[in-house]
Structure formats: C-alpha cells, structure tokens
DNA sequence: TCACTGATCGTCT
DNA sequence: GACGATCAGTGAG
C-alpha cells in the first residue's frame, strides 16, 4: 500500500529485451479519479530495434512517435479498432523500441477493474491479455507519452515478493518475425494469456 | 485445447 | 483501401 517503492530509471535497463524481462514481476499502479488500481505484470513481449513487427520500423508517425522519446514512457495504441494496448519505451531517445504489457495479476482496486470490464470474468483473468488489460487498469489514449518512472499517476513500483520464474517463448498474434523469443512470462501465473503450449517449460 | 469467425475503426499505403 | 502487437463465442477433436 503506502509502502509502494515506485520505480526510477536506475532500477531497469535501457534495452528493450532485458526491461521486458526485468518488468516480470513489478507493480503496475494507475490512480484515476475513480480510485487506485494495483496488478502485477506477468507477460511482456519486446519490441526491439529493427524489428519487422515493431510500430517503430518504419521510422516515427504522429501515433508512434512516444516510442522514438526516452525510455520509461507509455506509448498507447488503439487495435482492431476496439482494444487499447499498453506499452512502455525501452530504449534511449531517437531509439525506437518498446515493451508491450500483456498480462497481469489483480492485486488492489478489484471492485474497480471488474467494474470496467463489466463481465463475468475471474478475478485472474481480470487482466489476461493486453486488450483487457489496459482495460482493467483504465488506460486511455491520453496516458501515451506519460512517464511511468516519475511516480505520475501510471507508474511501476518495485515488486512485492519474489519473483517466479520467468519464461521465454515467441511472441503471439504476429505475422513478421513471428519466430524471435521475444515474449516473457511468469512460470504457473494463472493470469498469463496465449496458448497452453506457448507457457510449458 | 485449439481453430476459426465476426466485430470494428484508426492508421498508413 | 487494406490491415492489424485482440477478444468472445462457437464447434470439432
């Protein structure tokens, strides 16, 4: 609760592949007017430099521009115009690379995040996949850009127990470069997404 | 457990 | 004028 440590850009790296792993575990916090939600990042997928399936690869439009800014920002989309994904840059400014925050374990503020998907889902499915889980935590298009290592409303904090272990295994839902190991999870996490055999050791 | 489909629209070609 | 870093529902094995 109140002894929350939020995370500085001292305590992560600056390269996308290494922060994606590095994010398995930590505390993603967003208060909003309706209150403070709480959920621990469990599955991450890189986004590096050069690579074919990034927003970055063909260099900086006016959506994708966040990614091209300093590390440690959110960089917000909109997909199959419906669902918002969660991402945070992870490289040095002028650098094109990202994180994309695909699941996560409810932690504080449930009422609120059942709330905002307005279904019937288990609690920890609450925020399993990237669509739902920018949903639950109340992620908007106005949060892309913000700073999430400046203890601003969306920020990460330093985790809360041990970590589990992590995972390694290729990304889901792309056409390029479809084969890079680029997805990190949480090893027996009932809240990462995608399919059984993507999740076994 | 997996494969397939429809919904839906901003973004870039 | 396509095409998605997706999801829920359905149906088959």
């Keep these: 609760m109140s002894d929350a440590r939020p995370l500085t850009r001292d305590d ?23 209150g403070l939600v709480r959920a621990r990042v469990v599955e991450t997928e890189a986004y590096v430099p050069g690579d074919a399936a990034s927003h970055a690869f063909r260099g900086p439009t006016p959506r994708t521009t966040p990614m091209f800014g300093p590390m440690g920002h959110a960089y ?5 115009g419906v669902w918002l ?8 400014e002028g650098t094109g ?3 994309l925050f695909r699941a996560a374990e409810p932690l504080e503020g449930l009422e ?10 288990a609690d920890a499915a609450l925020l399993r996949g990237p669509g739902l889980m920018a949903q639950a935590l109340g992620v908007t298009l106005a949060d892309s850009g913000a700073d ?6 969306l920020r990460l904090e330093a985790p809360t127990r041990p970590a589990r272990e992590i995972g390694v295994s290729t990304r889901i839902g792309l056409t ?7 997805r990190f999870f949480a090893r027996g996490s009932p809240s990462v997404s995608g399919p059984a055999r993507l999740n076994r050791p």
Aim: charged content about 25%.
């Design 148 to 153: 999430m290592l400046g203890g601003g409303p």
């Design 12 to 34: 992560l790296p600056e390269e996308t592949a290494a922060l994606a792993r590095a994010l398995i575990g930590v505390t993603i916090a967003h208060e909003t007017p309706e």
């Design 97 to 99: 690379g990202g994180v």
């Design 85 to 92: 994904c969660l991402n945070i840059t992870s490289e040095a």
């Design 112 to 121: 609120l995040m059942r709330a905002r998907r307005g279904g019937k889902a």
């Design 176 to 182: 390029r470069e479809a084969d890079r190991p680029l």
């Design 76 to 80: 917000v989309y909109r997909i199959y």
